[in-house]
């Protein structure tokens, strides 16, 4: 009916979506529940080109007569903004889907009621508390969040795209702070997130996960070693690749902060449309970004335009590979759209978006990538991090890090800084690692601001010769 | 249903079913919202939405339930889910009854006078903006302007029934001279009356042409003039840090320090969710209770956290009027001003850096308040009293705490700063800072 409406009264283009988001959601702050939380996000939203101008909207009040007042006024608001378009939008050739994806799970949400959950959240609470206690060291200020969501989607274009989707999605956010009289605070956030049941979080080993972050966080705060600034060979750990990749790959090859369309909000970046094939590492770098991965947070077939998705290789050799598309961009740059148009609700137009990005692994295990250091840092992990809104000043500071020397690992440092530019970082890699592991984040861009599930990954990677801050 | 008959009908649920307490609220929002970029409209969208949330407590037990779909059958399943869920959850640490209505409220702000939001007029506004940082010289704009009516109606088992209606409309707008030289303004407004986007416009426009040919600044610690958008971003922060919540967690670096000398005296925030005619300006929280004006910080010294009911009760205290429902949150926060201008502040400084955006907040330890920032769009040396040349390429790697302390003055003008990196409406002047550490790039 929106579509046929929308054709009628002169639209080129338009699209419906249906979408309805379902949250369970529970918090334990300092071993006490707070309040359980249900939520049901369920309405639709309606994209429409009229002369050059693009207009979107939304509403959760789904009466055939509002849907047509929406019409109606979508299509007003993208014939009023073409009066300042100069550039007319078009959406461009992809490979449009039509098909249904259900991601089944083995053990669904309903089996698990909202009081197990919460036990299982105070086990995880009690082993970080004792494992902590067992060295001293006091956890005073902590929280675990265990979040459930059910998407349940079914789009349709104008031009033929017809997809429906089911897909679960469970996440565990934890944050703990380890303090010690004499030696302060020191504190850890991190997240697992997976797009399946409840078998993810069985998987995850909640209590024994908790439990070792709480040991080393307590062991950080007790032991580690301030250091002075010098040039170090580093080995980094998945989680920091994981952001750097993100970050310093991911985001800097979005098109649409190419085209300067995010200019005001999330930025632009330091790559410009004739980038690729630009040398922005060495030839051992690989960036891949892929919504198909089986159960990875990020995932989908069909993006929020209904073309079809694959794996896209940002960088390949070293070299700027590809941009991630939506239909509007990619008819820009004159290619087809690589299914990069998501949307996190009903209530908010899709954008060009990062699903699960990664190094892609090589072939080194992680005793060769330390053996072959004679003076250097390991940076398993990482609290403070940024980076510039052309994707090319970042900062990570390490939290668990290690000093390496001749080839092993030595005592643990306190805060390891890599304050490093894009470029720079990307070329002093010299080894890959052959493990591959994951860390689910909610990354922010759009305005409204849109925070959408996504993997960050990669294998262990080894860089030579950076400059590495201290502690002030 | 009208809204007022589903309170109404949801909380008589909630009480049979043997909620202790319960709050209901409906929210209506009408949103229109202009993206533009390259000088031109990029996306208009529009939003109608109306939802319910129900709150029930049975004591410490807590639990609340979202809902989208406001037709009755779905209501009454939702709200006994609501009850069901909060008998069967684990006890949370502290009881503490929904405030005792009925309230008082200031009658004038609870019916605020309705946004038009004729696109017409909206793209007007949009074409303002742009064509004003044009005028001063930039070669793009981009941004975002939203207009938005909302009513909230609320009803709680402590015989609070209110509803507000409210507007506001907010611009967002970065100009550019290249891609390395650019400025960033923004206004926010409860009425069309008082919203100006041609001065914000041009503003971002001045400060793009001032930022032309910047050159690689140099790591070091200078004095700082920090500008209204940068010292918001601060101000906002020390205000999520007081939420009692986040001091339980953890969360903050102003735990344990009430009545503590944490600043220079010449620093003062309040929230004041009370100011007429301001956007961030609203009646009551969401426990009902009609909000005032709480001090946080005053002459340097921190005189409270800012609460909701539970988290007072647990701190021993009384509620602030700043409920969530979970999480206490300020609604409009208000730096002193000082009695400088901004040539007196960057007249003072030998040797400093004038910072006029910054983006990205994230902290290595939030209880010890150790962070940093990345200065973004126009950044200048000072030298010897003036301007010397536009810098790039520094980050802000301080502590809050010690940059709070090394406030030196403030501008008698200020600047209402909402947007993308600060979320909550913040009135805020340029401020000088005695140091502060900036970091580089090293490779």
Known sequence: ?472 | MKAEDICEFVLKICKNEGASDSVVTVAEIEETMIRFSNNEITVSNSLKDASAYIFVADRERKAGVGVADLSKKTLLTSARRAVASAKRAPPGDVYAPLPKGPFQYDQTALDQPKLEMEQRELVGFVESAIDAGLREGAQRMAGSLIARNSRVILRTTGDVIVSARSSSIEISVRAFLSSLASGHSTAIAASERDFKPEEVGAEAGRFAKASANPVDGEPGVYEAVLGPLVFSDLACQVGRSASAFNVDMGLSFLGGKIDQKIASDKFGLADDATLKGSYGAFPFDAEGMPTKRTAIIENGTLRSYLHNSSTAKKFGTESTANAGLMIPHPFNLVVEAGDKTLEDLIGSVDKGVYVTNDWYLRYQNYATGDFSVIPRDAMFLIKNGQIEKSIRELRISDNMLRILSNVSSLTRERKWVKWWEVEVPTLSPSVLIDNINFTKSSM
């Open chain 1, 1 to 472: 009916m929106i579509i046929d409406t929308a054709s009628k009264y002169g639209a080129r283009y338009s699209e419906a979506r249906y979408q309805s988001d379902t949250y369970e959601s529970i918090l334990l702050k300092n071993g006490t529940p707070e309040m359980t939380t249900f939520d049901v996000r369920r309405g639709v939203a309606i994209r429409a080109l009229v002369g050059g101008g693009l207009g979107f909207g939304a509403t959760n009040i789904v009466t055939k007569r509002d849907l047509k007042t929406l019409v109606s006024r979508v299509l007003r608001l993208a014939k009023a903004s073409s009066r300042i378009v100069k550039t007319p939008i078009s959406m461009g050739e992809a490979e449009i889907g039509r098909g249904n994806v259900e991601v089944k799970s083995r053990i669904g949400f309903d089996a698990v009621s909202m009081e197990s959950r919460i036990d299982l959240l105070k086990e995880a609470d009690s082993a970080g508390v004792e494992s902590a206690e067992a060295i001293g060291v006091k956890l005073p200020g902590r929280y675990i969040s265990l979040d459930t969501l059910v998407t349940e989607k079914l789009l349709m274009t104008s031009d033929g795209a017809r997809v429906q989707s089911t897909i679960p999605k469970v996440t565990v956010d934890a944050f703990l702070t380890a303090f010690e009289p004499q030696k302060g605070t020191v504190q850890r956030m991190f997240s697992l997130g997976e797009s399946s049941g409840w078998e993810s979080v069985e998987k995850w080993n909640l209590p024994e996960r908790i439990k070792k972050e709480a040991q080393i966080l307590g062991n950080i705060l007790i032991a580690a070693k301030p250091m002075k600034g010098e040039r170090l060979d580093v080995v980094l750990g998945p989680e920091v690749v994981g952001i750097i990749s993100h970050e310093s790959s991911g985001h800097p090859g979005e098109a649409d902060r190419i085209l300067g369309r995010e200019a005001a909000q999330a930025g632009e970046t330091y790559l410009g449309r004739d980038s690729i094939g630009m040398k922005v590492g060495s030839d051992v770098v690989n960036v891949v970004e892929d919504p198909t991965i089986p159960r990875s947070f990020g995932y989908y077939l069909y993006d929020d335009e209904g073309v079809k998705a694959r794996r896209r290789y940002l960088i390949k050799q070293g070299r700027i590979n590809e941009f991630l598309h939506n239909r509007e961009t990619a008819h820009v740059f004159g290619v087809s759209s690589n299914a990069s148009s998501r949307s996190v609700a009903y209530n908010r137009e899709p954008i060009v978006r990062m699903a699960n990005t990664f190094v892609e692994p090589g072939d080194h295990k992680l005793e060769e990538l330390i053996e072959g250091i004679e003076n250097g840092i390991y940076v398993k992990n990482f609290m403070e991090w940024n980076i510039d809104d052309r994707r090319f000043n970042q900062k990570y500071v390490g939290l668990e890090a290690y000093r390496i020397e001749k080839g092993q690992l030595k005592g643990l440092l306190r805060n390891p800084i890599i304050e490093i530019t894009t470029t720079g970082l990307w070329s002093a890699v010299d080894a890959i690692g052959r493990d591959l592991e994951f860390s689910a984040a909610s990354c922010g861009k759009g305005d409204p601001m849109q925070g959408i599930p996504v993997w960050t990954g990669g294998p262990h990677i080894r860089l030579r010769n950076v400059a590495i801050g201290g502690i002030s």
